[in-house]
Nanobody, 120 residues
Framework: QVQLVESGGGLVQAGGSLRLSCAAS????????MGWFRQAPGKEREFVAA????????LYADSVKGRYTISRDNAKNTVYLQMNSLKPEDTAVYYC?????????????WGQGTQVTVSS
C-alpha cells in the first residue's frame, strides 16, 4: 500500500531553518504531484506548497513564498520542504501528500505528519 513518511520536524527558534523530508513508497513516485500541507492547533489544514512530477512546476502559499522551497529527488522517492526564516505562526503539524494531478487541493494519499514548533 501507499506510504508517505515525514521526518525532520522539531523545535526551532524564530528566524531559524528546518528541512522536512517525505519518503514515499507503494506508488509510482515519478507520476505524482507531491504537496505539503500544515495544520495549526484550532485551525483548518492549509496548503503550503506543491511540486509537479518533473519538478519544473511549483506552487506556494502566499504565506510561505520566498521562505520555503519544495524540491524532490525522484531517484530516492523523496520530497523535501526547506523552511527558512521561520516564524512562530509557522508552528503546525506538517503533512506530505500525493496527487495524481497537479493541484493545491485534491490529494489522494497523506502522511501522518511531523510537528514543527517555532519559538519566539
Amino acid at each position: 500500500q501507499v506510504q508517505l513518511v515525514e521526518s525532520g520536524g522539531g523545535l526551532v527558534q524564530a528566524g531559524g531553518s528546518l528541512r522536512l523530508s517525505c519518503a514515499a513508497s507503494g506508488l509510482t513516485f515519478t507520476t505524482y504531484t507531491m504537496g505539503w500541507f500544515r495544520q495549526a492547533p484550532g485551525k483548518e489544514r492549509e496548503f503550503v506548497a506543491a511540486i509537479g512530477w518533473s519538478d519544473s512546476t511549483t506552487l506556494y502559499a502566499d504565506s510561505v513564498k520566498g521562505r520555503y522551497t519544495i524540491s524532490r529527488d525522484n531517484a530516492k522517492n523523496t520530497v523535501y520542504l526547506q523552511m527558512n526564516s521561520l516564524k512562530p505562526e509557522d508552528t503546525a503539524v506538517y503533512y506530505c501528500a500525493a496527487a495524481a494531478r497537479f493541484s493545491r487541493t485534491r490529494y489522494d494519499y497523506w502522511g501522518q505528519g511531523t510537528q514543527v514548533t517555532v519559538s519566539s
